[in-house]
């Protein structure tokens, strides 16, 4: 948003205030958390819903035929639109962006990988919208995975403390080493973790034994025991998405196809039942909590999923073996979300978001990726600040945070470059609560810290003795 608009933005929201009766200190009063004082006590918690991939196109006609009933509640019920996304749009970059309100320009991520110190220019990062899979060619000797030392701006756990409130964070893409925060993280472990023979970078897991994967530190033990790993699925469960008996049928990319999304499945199960458990016992103003198995499926189902819109030589059996299990992961996630929806408060707000959405794609020289991020995804508002059976219209994935911050009370930056969604928030919500602004935050460098580097031989040798790396 350009300056002189977010001042004008600015001085309509100081009038609103002064018509509302407030005064002028109480207006600029930091937003107080639950159980103190501040203007933010009555708005109560967001929780912020993060799904890589997701995409109407996908949804709606599963909402029609009945198979997702949290989505059908959110677009009865709630705001809905279509969230553009920018570039470029690997996830990390993505998910930054939303944490941070500002783009990758700014903020420093832009892929999953970047040079190590003295390699030289022998190998290029992915950037683009290559997202997981165009880190496949470029995994190698020379590149290191990002990390959260690597962001040069503050995310929304660094600028609640700022006012008062707390932060819980489950599975975010690049919060590993875990930062001191108000409240917790539990951070996505990327770094070292490449998909056996391919190449590819996982979106991240729990790996006992690597440091600073959660904040506190200790609470690494009590998220322990509800840890999933890929050999934990159950044949019942694994039955939801394809038969696994029929799966010795499929071709060598059928197959790896499966293994990583056996891979997929266990990270978000995992963050599942962390999130649950966290967002009952440890409660806090803003909870986020990120999934990406939409996006792993949709990379490389699609062509089982729709053969025809790829002329990709999908063989019949396998479009039967494999067709159902893009659909039927949007139905495991629409059940996640309903899990947060049965746990809402009167006094809260869910927000739902995609980092993008998905096309068909024909890359002949990778047989497992055959759907592609397109910039068209989702964002939903529901509960006590949304709007009801509202269509929001013209959203970027910049207007995320902004319009989260002025949900819990907390002063908008005018360095911020996205706006907030007005037209998603219910009219009679946005009268009493009037959106403030501040120059800045004044939260000087992100703390940072322990680098991708400081791993040492021994914390290699429990990944590869874990089975993450070779």
């Not at 509800?226 to 934990?232: E, I």
């Not at 009037?434 to 703390?447: I, S």
Request: some cysteine.
């Amino acid at each position: 948003m350009p300056r002189l608009t977010r001042l004008v933005a600015c001085l309509l929201a100081t009038a609103l205030t002064a018509c509302s009766g407030r005064g002028e200190g109480e207006a600029t009063r930091p937003a107080g958390g639950h159980g103190s004082a501040g203007s933010g006590k009555d708005r109560g918690r967001v929780i912020l819903f993060g799904i890589d991939g997701a995409d109407w196109s996908v949804i709606d006609p599963l909402v029609d035929g009945g198979r997702l009933p949290a989505f059908r509640k959110l677009k009865e019920e709630g705001a809905t639109g279509v969230l553009m996304s920018l570039e470029p749009s690997a996830s990390p970059a993505l998910w930054t962006s939303v944490a941070t309100g500002v783009g990758p320009d700014r903020h420093g991520i832009r892929g999953f990988v970047v040079p190590a110190p003295g390699a030289g220019t022998g190998g290029r990062a992915p950037a683009g919208d290559e997202g997981e899979e165009g880190a496949a060619a470029t995994a190698k000797q020379g590149l290191r995975p990002v990390t959260s030392a690597m962001r040069r701006t503050p995310a929304f756990w660094n600028i609640l403390p700022r006012f008062g409130l707390k932060a819980g964070v489950v599975g975010w893409l690049v919060t590993w080493p875990a930062e001191p925060v108000e409240g917790f993280i539990v951070s996505s472990y990327l770094p070292y973790i490449y998909n056996w023979s391919t190449g590819r970078p996982l979106k991240g897991t729990i790996v006992k034994g690597i440091p600073r994967q959660t904040y506190p530190e200790e609470l690494i033990d009590e998220i322990d025991p509800l840890m999933v790993k890929p050999a934990d699925l159950d044949e019942a469960t694994l039955r939801r998405f394809y038969d696994p008996a029929r799966a010795a049928r499929l071709s060598r990319e059928g197959r790896e196809c499966i293994e990583g999304f056996r891979w997929s499945l266990a990270c978000d199960e995992t963050y599942r039942r962390i999130g649950l458990h966290l967002f009952e016992r440890h409660p806090v103003d803003l909870f986020a909590i990120y999934f990406g198995g939409v996006d792993v499926a949709s990379h490389r189902f699609w062509k089982f999923a729709y053969p025809e819109a790829l002329r990709y030589g999908v063989g019949a059996e396998e479009a039967a073996i494999l067709g159902r299990v893009i659909d039927e992961y949007y139905v495991y996630i629409d059940g996640l979300l309903g899990e947060y929806l049965e746990r809402l408060a009167p006094e809260d707000t869910l927000v739902v978001v995609s980092d993008h959405g998905f096309r068909p794609v024909l890359l002949p020289g990778r047989p497992a990726t055959s759907g592609h991020h397109r910039p068209e995804g989702i964002i939903a508002l529901y509960g006590r600040a949304a709007r009801r059976g509202h269509t929001i219209a013209h959203a970027s994935l910049l207007d995320v945070l902004p319009t989260i911050l002025a949900i819990l009370g907390v002063p908008v930056s005018m360095d911020l470059e996205g706006r907030v969604l007005q037209d998603a928030l219910d009219p009679r919500f946005a009268l009493r609560h009037p959106v403030e602004f501040v120059e800045g935050y004044d939260l000087g460098e992100p703390a940072g810290g322990l680098e991708a580097s400081d791993l040492d031989a021994n914390v290699l040798e429990r990944l590869r003795s874990l089975g993450y790396i070779n």
